[in-house]
């Protein structure tokens, strides 16, 4: 595709609700990045896939995120049972290669608990 | 536990003035990047420059780097209404993995 794509983007959910939001990164991409933004701050590193090899995800905050890209291509992001705290934007980003470049994002998915 | 921080928070200029926007970070790093970001937009990427790097420019962008200090600055010169908009400096560490950890942000507002 043209860039990263991601949807939903807008998601409200109850608290206690699942939720699970879908990155297509750009062709041929080999790393994949999740981040989540809350209002007036910066991206906040979540996890980094190199193809389907989920190499990092000390930034997921509890064990209720969850991420996997298992052929390698489109990822998924789930939070269970979400709460109030967990609003904010996430963020997905492709890049060729390991970091030596720059990073794509896509438009995010504004995520609201209520 | 984000890695960079950026002052100022908030810049406001007159159309045609530059704006400066400085970034520290923590740790060795690979190469620094800057993105910009618009109101309830993604990031775009905006330049990057290495750690052997001092100085790079791009059109009206002049980014600068000193690993001494751990710090970066951005210029943009003779801006524009257009340039309003969030910036972020972003950091690839030389260690563990290649992810990108972004600063708190300045927030640009270029009056017309």
């Known amino acids: 595709g043209a860039g990263v794509s991601q949807s939903p983007r807008y998601k409200v959910a109850k608290r206690g609700q699942d939720v699970a939001l879908r990155c297509d990164p750009i062709?041929?991409?080999?790393?994949l990045f999740w981040y989540q933004q809350a209002l007036g701050q910066g991206p906040e590193f979540l996890t980094y896939f190199q193809n389907e090899a989920q190499l990092d995800k000390s930034g997921l905050p509890s064990d209720r995120f969850f991420a996997e890209r298992p052929e390698g291509s489109v990822s998924t992001l789930k939070i269970q049972r979400t709460q109030q705290e967990d609003s904010a934007v996430y963020l997905c980003?492709?890049?060729?290669?390991?970091?030596?470049?720059?990073?794509?994002f896509g438009q995010g998915t504004r995520l609201t608990v209520v | 536990s984000q890695q960079g921080e950026e002052d100022p928070q908030a810049l406001s200029i007159q159309e045609g003035e530059n704006a400066t926007m400085n970034c520290s970070y923590k740790t060795s790093i690979n190469n620094l990047q800057w993105y910009r970001q618009n109101s309830g937009r993604g990031l775009v990427h905006l330049i990057l420059i290495r750690s052997n790097e001092r100085e790079k420019h791009s059109g009206r962008l002049r980014v600068t780097l000193d690993t001494s200090k751990k710090s970066s600055s951005l210029l943009i010169t003779a801006s524009r209404a257009a340039d309003t908009a969030s910036y972020f400096c972003a950091t690839v560490s030389t260690s563990g993995t290649y992810k990108y950890i972004f600063g708190t942000g300045t927030r640009l507002k270029v009056l017309a």
């Open positions: 062709s041929g991409h080999v790393s």
């Open positions: 980003a492709s890049s060729p290669l390991q970091g030596s470049t720059e990073a794509f």
